[in-house]
């Protein structure tokens, strides 16, 4: 028989005013998407996740006023120093990025993450049986191969499936299915991936490690829900967005972080690929792994194929001594 645990969940609606110096501007939508009309006539989206602090913001230039365009990153490869926009970094400057859950400890689902450990009822007999097997064995050697049936009993752990509840109140089911087809359109991208290690160059950020991971909508193994949830899942390891806890497995380990403790934050950054790069990634434009400040080849290097320079998403998820980077190479949302 199970164990069921209930929690209740509230989110909720708004329309706001801005009001700044340029004048007003508005927005519409609740806690998962909104549309802002900023006081400078640009529109700008920003999706959300409720109660994670999680969301994406793009802002459009008002199509009814003229406009100047300019390709910034174009311009930046083929002179880095002419546009302040874009960063420039030292070349082989890398880092790496160790997803270790030992010294990270829970802070929501603590009972129901307890009883996924399972309990000892054979705790106390176990000991017994080993204490006794020690005594014995002073006059009888063989008496010590007690010690395994004790041990075997006093570790062992019975475990039950827990099933946890949401009760989510108002219209607050509504807002969550809507965070949710938000989360699967950013991570259904044609390629997701856990980043373990980085180059910083000056053309845009190179991958050395990381660890594909997929869709689901599965939790670990032991523990169900009847919120539709959404997880990334990997070599030995899985992502689960409850709607008040980020759940995370790897190998044996099992922790949970609440949103408010967490530091979640969605943006875009140049990445340098190579031909076979995600197709729903945005192509910028192409150069060579080593390139002249004119954006030519640099001959000097033999080996000095074609690049592509794209942009991707980034998720980064920081907080109590978790930080990690799912990048995802489509950035344009849809369905929303």
């Not at 913001?57 to 990153?73: A, G, I, M, R, Y």
């Not at 399972?118 to 008496?143: D, Q, R, T």
């Not at 053309?203 to 009847?226: A, F, I």
Request: charged share 30%; no cysteine; aromatic share 10%.
């Amino acid at each position: 028989m199970g164990v069921r645990f209930r929690k209740s969940i509230n989110l909720g609606k708004g329309f706001r005013i801005n009001l700044s110096k340029t004048g007003p501007g508005f927005s519409w939508g609740g806690k998962g998407f909104r549309l802002t009309r900023t006081a400078g006539g640009n529109i700008r989206t920003t999706a959300s996740i409720p109660g994670t602090g999680l969301s994406y913001q793009k802002e459009f230039k008002n199509p009814l006023k003229s406009k100047k365009t300019q390709d910034t990153f174009k311009k930046a490869i083929k002179n880095p120093k002419a546009a302040k926009e874009v960063k420039t970094y030292k070349e082989d400057k890398v880092q790496r990025y160790d997803l270790d859950l030992t010294n990270i400890k829970s802070t929501g689902l603590i009972d129901i993450l307890e009883e996924l450990e399972g309990k000892k009822p054979y705790k106390l007999l176990g000991l017994i049986i080993s204490l006794i097997s020690v005594f014995l064995a002073m006059k009888n050697i063989l008496f010590i191969l007690g010690l395994l049936p004790g041990a075997f009993l006093y570790f062992y752990r019975k475990k039950e499936e827990v099933f946890i509840e949401y009760d989510f109140k108002e219209e607050a089911d509504k807002e969550y299915a809507l965070s949710k087809k938000l989360l699967e359109g950013i991570l259904e991208s044609d390629e997701t991936y856990l980043l373990e290690s980085l180059s910083i160059e000056e053309e845009g950020l190179y991958v050395v490690d990381k660890m594909t991971l997929k869709l689901s909508h599965d939790l670990p193994q032991g523990l169900r829900t009847n919120a539709k949830i959404v997880s990334l899942v990997g070599a030995g390891l899985s992502l689960s967005f409850l709607p008040d806890s980020l759940l995370i497995k790897k190998g044996s380990d099992l922790r949970a972080l609440t949103y408010q403790d967490l530091d979640m934050d969605l943006s875009a950054d140049i990445f340098i690929e190579d031909e076979n790069y995600p197709k729903d990634a945005k192509e910028i434009s192409k150069t060579y792994r080593h390139a002249n400040k004119d954006g030519s080849k640099d001959k000097r290097y033999k080996d000095n194929p074609e690049v592509y320079l794209v942009e991707e998403g980034i998720l980064s998820i920081k907080g109590q001594g978790l930080d990690i980077i799912i990048v995802f190479s489509d950035t344009y949302i849809d369905g929303i």
